[in-house]
T-cell receptor, first 118, second 117 residues
Framework: AQKVTQAQTEISVVEKEDVTLDCVYETRDTTYYLFWYKQPPSGELVFLIRRNSFDEQNEISGRYSWNFQKSTSSFNFTITASQVVDSAVYFC???????????????FGRGTSLIVHP | AAGVIQSPRHLIKEKRETATLKCYPIPRHDTVYWYQQGPGQDPQFLISFYEKMQSDKGSIPDRFSAQQFSDYHSELNMSSLELGDSALYFCASSFFQGHHSNTGELFFGEGSRLTVL
């Protein structure tokens, strides 16, 4: 079963629109970590944010904001006033404590491809 | 700041050949992770090493092996390559601070793109 679900495969918006990327996760752990990564066309994975399960405060960083809601197991990402440079694939990831090695290793969702048109 | 260095960035091989990818972690990072990302797919965890010992194992095929050396760099060896091995291979590193403080915040390299013809 997919532990991280990004139901939106592709989103297409026009520049300056706001856009929200959804992420729903599944875990039985009480301690876990959530991440968002950006993968531009060049291919590298760019870290955007980390959230631990005990911190439900929403966070804003410039045009980016994140809404973490444990009640719905969601960690959604909003880009305000989108720009063409925001075009990329965005991955949500969940880190749980692995039984095998005792460390946290991210499991990624399938990603959402965001296309921002000028 | 120094980042994770992967080499080569691009590699083309024929079926049944072998390939080796190298990863140089961020200085002072002691843990290395390998991920495989197929076309249009999400990155899948393969294997990780801490202090030269394998620490966790994911979906790494038996044809693949990896190791971490005394300078903490890691190599992923892939043998009997198949068309399906064509993918972007990411290495990531982190500094292990103890089980409950190692939060899985990995620093990724730019990836090595393997094409198998």
């Amino acid at each position: 079963a997919q532990k991280v679900t990004q139901a939106q495969t592709e989103i297409s918006v026009v520049e300056k629109e706001d856009v929200t990327l959804d992420c729903v996760y599944e875990t039985r752990d009480t301690t876990y970590y959530l991440f968002w990564y950006k993968q531009p066309p060049s291919g590298e994975l760019v870290f955007l944010i980390r959230r631990n399960s005990f911190d439900e405060q929403n966070e804003i960083s410039g045009r980016y904001s994140w809404n973490f809601q444990k009640s719905t197991s969601s960690f959604n990402f909003t880009i305000t006033a989108s720009q063409v440079v925001d075009s990329a694939v965005y991955f949500c990831a969940l880190s749980e404590l692995r039984d095998s090695g005792g460390s946290y290793i991210p499991t990624f969702g399938r990603g959402t491809s965001l296309i921002v048109h000028p | 700041a120094a980042g994770v260095i992967q080499s080569p960035r691009h590699l083309i091989k024929e079926k049944r050949e072998t390939a080796t990818l190298k990863c140089y972690p961020i200085p002072r990072h002691d843990t290395v992770y390998w991920y495989q990302q197929g076309p249009g797919q999400d990155p899948q965890f393969l294997i990780s090493f801490y202090e030269k010992m394998q620490s966790d194992k994911g979906s790494i095929p038996d044809r693949f092996s990896a190791q971490q050396f005394s300078d903490y760099h890691s190599e992923l060896n892939m043998s009997s390559l198949e068309l399906g091995d064509s993918a972007l291979y990411f290495c990531a590193s982190s500094f292990f601070q103890g089980h409950h403080s190692n939060t899985g915040e990995l620093f990724f390299g730019e990836g090595s793109r393997l094409t198998v013809l």
